[in-house]
């Protein structure tokens, strides 16, 4: 069978298309190994137990990072969901 340039696009298009694919499964696992990784560490009990520490600034500091962690879950879930098209 002789290669066309015709046939020749098509092949590059579903090398494109494959990659791509293989792409977006990539970050995809990427973005929810990260998700899970916040989620672990917000509820996991060594928080709770450093909110009850006797030095004043554990627990400022403790306040202030579980916030921040709920919204990292949340932009990394909106994310990948965007990835997914979900």
Known sequence: MKLTKQRLKEIIKEELLKESSRMWDDEGSQISSLSNKIDNALHNPALK????HEEPKVKKWIKQLMPLL??????LDDIYEEILGT
């Open 70 to 75: 709920k919204k990292s879950s949340k932009l």
């Open 49 to 52: 137990t450093l909110l009850k």
